[in-house]
């Protein structure tokens, strides 16, 4: 059983900063990849950004030079930098971590974590 546990979401300002963090826990080890996704109220979810085990690193256009994301691989968590934050920041954002094995490809979600940013 894998677990993710997010946190770090709020209320902020534009122009404002936020990091969020995505805990795995449970019978996953050094993970493929981890990433970030959002939705938006009556949008279908999108990527934000993702990392691989070999620290390749993938943006959305929308948050390219805004948005950082890293890893700890001891942790086997995920964080997400966010600054300038723009009111269309607004979404839950959710965890995803993706580990191989063979030919079978195991995808985990975190719960969501609610991010709100005012004009």
């Known amino acids: 059983q894998v677990q993710l546990v997010e946190s770090g979401g709020g209320l902020v300002q534009a122009g404002g900063s936020l990091r969020l963090s995505c805990a795995a826990s449970?019978?996953?080890?050094?993970?493929?990849?981890m990433g970030w996704y959002r939705q938006a109220p009556g949008k279908q979810r999108e990527l934000v950004a993702t990392?691989?085990?070999?620290?390749?690193?993938n943006y959305a256009d929308s948050v390219k030079e805004r948005f950082t994301i890293s890893r700890d691989n001891a942790k086997n968590t995920v964080y997400l930098q966010m600054n300038s934050l723009k009111p269309e920041d607004t979404a839950v954002y959710y965890c995803?971590?993706?580990?191989?094995?063979?030919?079978?490809?195991?995808?985990?979600w975190g719960q969501g974590t609610q991010v709100t940013v005012s004009s």
């Open positions: 990392i691989t085990s070999g620290n390749s690193i």
């Open positions: 995803n971590v993706v580990k191989l094995r063979g030919l079978l490809t195991y995808d985990y």
């Open positions: 449970g019978s996953i080890v050094s993970p493929n990849v």
